[in-house]
């Protein structure tokens, strides 16, 4: 009998152990979900922004400002596109560009273009003006009519050897 007691109170110590360790298993896991759960919630409250609206996002902000102007995008030339293949072809006869990058459409004589004023890229002016108006670069060799840091520095001086005899 005294067997039998001393069996069953060591399997209800295993068990007890079993039931410690999985209480403390389920508070970490707990700690760890309240944790995550904050930071999330902090992320969220830190990207957006609250204006008179109650809808301005600080991302669609970036987006919306890191594009050209409208005065910018209107500024460049506009004509058709049997214009700009004959001027195209006067300065450089074999670029012609056949189908705008962007919408994969071919041009037609009867399409209005607009050209790129520092590559001469023509892409539809339905095409280029919403890209514009998000990237203030052309969609295919990314040049970009905005100044940049580097372009605006001062050049660098020259400088003469110095000799000593």
Same mark, same amino acid.
């Given at each position: 009998? =005294?067997?039998?007691?001393?069996?069953?109170?060591?399997?209800?110590? =295993?068990?007890?152990?079993?039931?410690?360790?999985?209480?403390?298993?389920?508070?970490?896991?707990?700690?760890? !979900?309240?944790?995550?759960?904050?930071?999330?919630?902090? !992320?969220?409250? &830190?990207?957006?922004?609250?204006?008179?609206?109650?809808?301005?996002?600080?991302?669609?902000?970036?987006?919306? &400002?890191?594009?050209?102007?409208?005065?910018? !995008?209107?500024?460049?030339?506009?004509?058709?596109?049997?214009?700009?293949?004959?001027?195209?072809?006067? /300065?450089?006869?074999?670029?012609?560009?056949?189908?705008?990058?962007?919408?994969?459409?071919?041009?037609?004589?009867?399409?209005?273009? &607009? /050209?790129?004023?520092?590559?001469?890229?023509?892409?539809?002016?339905?095409?280029?003006?919403?890209?514009?108006?998000?990237?203030?670069?052309?969609?295919?060799? &990314?040049?970009?009519?905005?100044?940049?840091?580097?372009?605006?520095?001062?050049?660098?001086?020259?400088?003469?050897?110095?000799? !000593?005899?």
């Amino acid at each position: 009998m =005294n067997n039998a007691n001393n069996t069953a109170s060591s399997g209800s110590g =295993n068990l007890s152990g079993f039931g410690y360790g999985l209480v403390v298993s389920m508070g970490i896991l707990v700690i760890a !979900i309240s944790i995550i759960l904050v930071c999330f919630h902090c !992320i969220r409250k &830190r990207l957006s922004t609250v204006n008179n609206d109650g809808n301005s996002n600080n991302v669609v902000e970036y987006v919306q &400002r890191s594009g050209l102007d409208e005065a910018t !995008i209107l500024s460049y030339p506009k004509l058709l596109y049997c214009e700009a293949r004959l001027q195209k072809s006067e /300065v450089t006869p074999t670029a012609t560009c056949c189908c705008c990058s962007i919408c994969l459409g071919d041009y037609k004589d009867s399409d209005m273009v &607009r /050209v790129l004023p520092d590559c001469a890229h023509l892409f539809h002016v339905s095409c280029i003006d919403p890209w514009l108006r998000i990237h203030p670069t052309c969609p295919l060799c &990314r040049t970009s009519p905005i100044p940049t840091p580097l372009t605006q520095l001062p050049p660098l001086p020259t400088s003469t050897p110095i000799w !000593i005899s």
